[in-house]
């Protein structure tokens, strides 16, 4: 199993392009998740999904926008890239939830210039 | 608004020396889960724990789920450069979200 797999790995980009992170998964698992890691800190959570068809806003949503039309897939968008959406994000995925665990992928490191 | 706080934020010790990290909050939750972050890549889940005071190894790994269910700690015994890492914990309260705390980035030097 290939698990959370996110692409691309690296980008850079200038203020005011837009972009989307890819992240598919192959586990058939129901919830899907967006955070965001930036230096030294933490995760914060962007948006999160539910299952195909539903999404929801997280912690730190402004400036992102994501879709879920597949179980697998759970793309997010970014508009008008800002300096402030410099960070590694992650995609994350788990079955029902919390209890079980969720597994990640291996992040995209984000810059903004 | 819930506080959930890791101490220390660092930690810096020589191979073989034991160590514990702390994760605490004003909420009560219905489980808990530890992660530990290598460079470079995403978290890793290393266990749940769902009742209080129960307590889960992981070979030198001692996780320990306060009795209340407001906090946990995670205790190394005679570190290994491979642990270094940042180690996440991530709470549970209602419903199926996980909160995520800032970590504690240990550092295991040979």
């Known amino acids: 199993n290939a698990g959370v797999t996110q692409t691309p790995k690296f980008r850079i980009l200038k203020i005011g392009q837009s972009m989307t992170l890819q992240c598919t998964q192959d586990?058939?698992?129901?919830?899907m998740y967006w955070y965001r890691q930036d230096p030294g800190m933490g995760l914060k959570l962007i948006y999160y999904?539910?299952?195909?068809?539903?999404?929801d806003k997280g912690e730190v949503p402004n400036g992102y926008n994501v879709s879920r039309s597949t179980t697998e897939d759970f793309p997010l968008r970014l508009e008008l890239a800002a300096p402030s959406q410099t960070s590694v994000y992650f995609c994350a995925s788990s079955q029902l939830g919390g209890p079980m665990g969720y597994t990640f992928g291996s992040g995209t490191r984000l810059t903004v210039v | 608004t819930q506080l959930l706080e890791q101490s220390p934020q660092f930690l810096s010790i020589q191979e073989g020396e034991n160590l514990t990290v702390y994760c605490n909050s004003s909420?009560?939750?219905?489980?808990l889960q530890w992660y530990r972050q290598e460079p470079g890549e995403g978290p890793v889940l290393l266990v749940t724990v769902v009742t209080g005071g129960e307590v889960k190894k992981l070979k030198r790994l001692t996780f320990q789920f306060g009795d209340a269910r407001k906090d946990s700690s995670l205790h190394i015994t005679a570190a290994q450069p491979g642990d270094t890492g940042l180690y996440l914990c991530a709470p549970q309260r209602g419903g199926n979200m996980l909160t995520f705390g800032g970590g504690t980035r240990l550092m295991v030097k040979p």
């Open positions: 586990m058939n698992h129901n919830y």
């Open positions: 999904s539910v299952g195909a068809g539903i999404t």
């Open positions: 909420s009560v939750f219905s489980s």
